[in-house]
């Protein structure tokens, strides 16, 4: 059913559907429902994920996918303590290692990448310090392959997502140590696996092309392996509650407890203006935001109305920023989720390209279908004052209002070419900033070619209280 809101005057632009008020029903809004997209099964609500815990698929050369404990976020994964000193391995816990690297192709990596010669050599020399020192080594590298990623940072073309898995030094020894201690290697190495749905759904789909044989899709075996590798760039556990937009799909999610509660259509960046990969903390809410005009874009500007000129103490004008109304390019509300690429989801005046199929228009920020009814969603929750009708009320107001999450909430921008759904068959979405060949090359150890990275947008900040300071880019 179409909703109209009752505004303060005619040029007031339209809320969401669901949290606009019935001309009819002077009642308060319900909370809104987002339109149906396509995205992975495993994601959507009410269908059956691959399980983060147990086997990915039944059989010999699945491993596990346990569940993970709960942390901070932001501290590391495994807080054992740092050691130095190499740890004296069993021959039977070295060939368990040994049996794990022959089936890691089942995880996307290559056996090839862990040389076991030195082992060999050791254990047939009947050597046993040499062969303890081997296997540490060979161990660490692949736990820190499996728990970051094999790709380095130069693969990761504007990837800043810290993963604080192995925040310490000696950490990475530390646990090496505790696996051999606990007799339990293959265990260890599989607590390290990332505990996103997705990833198990990948692993699956991965097995399901390979059975092929002969009529399995190098391409698609290539575009699984390389995003399976980028999911291990992020923190194993990416928390109870999150954000998680995908820039190639133009979605952005909200999560809680591993359970999709809503879905949202999203514009990114266009390809001469990327959107970074990264994380940052929502801590809130401006509703009838300003939007600074960046200097990059202020020739554009100059001339047309709409636009007001902050000026300093001498009378200098020193930007240019456009007030809160219906034309403005923020539309009528912005996440406060403070990061140094100024980056973060907002709404938009322009919610027609939301229909288009490829999305990539901005400058770099994330504009967020219905986003007034995800935050309306987050300020309500726990114990939050907040409701749909004073969201109603707020925004018609036309005033520039902060409002506070009672739980800030991070927020996951991430670049995954490819998901995969729970039968094993895979969406592929199209590689925006052409990212995935650098991957794959760093992935199979051939080198990477440098790319440019993401323009450097210039921004000055805009004082808003009660939130403080936050800067906006242009999108």
Known sequence: ???????????????????????????????????????????????????????????PDQHLLPASPERELGAPMWPVEPVEQIPFWQVADVEELLSYIDTI?????????????????????????????????????????????????????????KDTDFAEDGSLRGYTAQAIASASITNSLDQLAPTHPQYAALVNALEAERAKGDAADAEKIADIRLNLDRWRWLPR?????????????????????????????????????????????????????YWNVPKSIEPEIRGKGGYEAVKDADGNVVRWRQPPGPTNALGRVKFVMYNPHLIYLHDTNARGLFDTEARAYSHGCIRTENILGLATMLLE??????????????????????????????????????????DGSILAYEDIYD?????????????????????????????????????????
Do not use: C
């Open 105 to 161: 192709d089942t995880l996307g990596l290559d056996a090839a990448d862990y040389d076991r010669a030195a082992v060999d050599a050791a254990i047939a020399a009947g050597d046993y310090d040499a062969m303890s020192v081997a296997a540490t080594e060979l161990f660490e590298k692949l736990a820190r392959d499996l728990a970051l990623g094999h790709v380095g940072q130069d693969g990761r073309v504007d990837w800043h997502i």
């Open 381 to 422: 929750e726990d114990g939050g004052d907040w409701s749909a009708q004073k969201t109603v009320d707020v925004v018609n107001s036309g005033e520039n209002t902060g409002a506070k999450f009672v739980n800030p909430i991070p927020v996951y921008i991430v670049y995954m070419s490819v998901a995969a759904k729970g």
């Open 237 to 289: 556990d990416l928390g109870d509650r999150y954000i998680i937009v995908n820039v190639p799909a133009y979605t952005a999610a909200l999560v809680e407890d591993g359970v999709t509660k809503s879905r949202h259509r999203a514009v990114a960046g266009a390809k001469r203006t990327p959107t970074p990969q990264l994380m940052a903390e929502a801590t809130g809410v401006i509703f009838n935001p």
């Open 1 to 59: 059913m179409t909703r109209s809101l009752r505004s303060l005057a005619a040029a007031t632009i339209l809320l969401p559907a669901s949290l606009a008020a019935q001309d009819a029903a002077p009642t308060p809004p319900a909370v809104p429902q987002v339109d149906p997209v396509e995205l992975p099964a495993a994601e959507v609500p009410g269908e059956t994920a691959p399980a983060a815990t147990g086997k990915a698929q039944s059989g």
């Open 435 to 475: 990212r995935d060949g650098q991957v794959l090359q760093a992935l199979n150890d051939a080198g990477t070619v440098p790319m440019p990275g993401a323009e450097e947008i210039e921004q000055a900040a805009d004082p808003l209280a009660p939130l403080g300071e936050e800067v906006a880019s242009a999108n």
